[in-house]
Every structure is written in structure tokens, then in C-alpha cells.
């Protein structure tokens, strides 16, 4: 299953590191997609915990990528975000 997760608020919080230890564990392929412009502090996150593809969209709405990457869940903070995928793709955006 493709998992992604948004960074800030949410892989940056306790629950969102054990929700993504518990989806690695269950085999997921694991994507980070955040709104930022491209970020050292991502990027070096993701090398720490094994996580090949990151994206960045530079503060335009995730449903796009998630629709082009064919994302199954993924996790976010942000709610509007969280509508517009549940919305316009088949993902299941999940709001933590």
C-alpha cells in the first residue's frame, strides 16, 4: 500500500513518528509530501527513517501529487487538505 504523510504537524508530533513506524512495519511504501519548497530538515529526516520518496509542493494543495502517485492514505493535520483529497482522489486522507 502507498502510505504519505504531510511533515509539519504531523511527522513532527509523537503520534504521526508512530503511525509511520507501525505503517513501515506493516511493509507500506512510505512518501512524504509537504507544502514547503524543498527543505534540508525534511530531506534529512527522510534519510533517518529510510524514506526514499519526499515531494514538495511549494505551498500548492497535495490532492494532485497524491492523485498522480496513486496514494492510498495519507495523513495530514490540515483539514482543507484533508478534504480536497477525500474529494478529488481515490485516497483516503486521514486528518491526525
Given at each position: 500500500?502507498?502510505v504519505?504523510?504531510d511533515?509539519?504537524?504531523?511527522?513532527?508530533?509523537?503520534k504521526g513518528?508512530?503511525?509511520?513506524?507501525?505503517?513501515q512495519?506493516q511493509?507500506?511504501?512510505?512518501?512524504?509530501?509537504?507544502?514547503r519548497?524543498?527543505?534540508?530538515e525534511v530531506i534529512?529526516?527522510?534519510?533517518?527513517?529510510?524514506?526514499k520518496?519526499v515531494?514538495?509542493t511549494?505551498?500548492a494543495?497535495?490532492?494532485?501529487?497524491?492523485?498522480?502517485?496513486d496514494?492510498?492514505?495519507?495523513?495530514?493535520?490540515?483539514?482543507e487538505?484533508?478534504k480536497?483529497?477525500?474529494?478529488?482522489?481515490?485516497?483516503?486522507?486521514?486528518?491526525?
Open positions: 500500500m502507498k504519505s504523510f511533515y509539519d504537524d504531523t511527522l513532527t508530533t509523537d513518528k508512530e503511525l509511520l513506524r507501525r505503517r512495519q511493509g507500506d511504501e512510505i512518501f512524504i509530501i509537504t507544502a519548497r524543498r527543505s534540508i534529512d529526516f527522510a534519510r533517518e527513517n529510510n524514506i520518496n515531494y514538495f511549494s505551498g494543495d497535495k490532492y494532485q501529487i497524491i492523485d498522480e502517485l496514494i492510498d492514505v495519507h495523513y495530514d493535520n490540515n483539514a487538505q484533508i480536497k483529497i477525500n474529494e478529488f482522489t481515490d485516497c483516503r486522507g486521514i486528518l491526525i
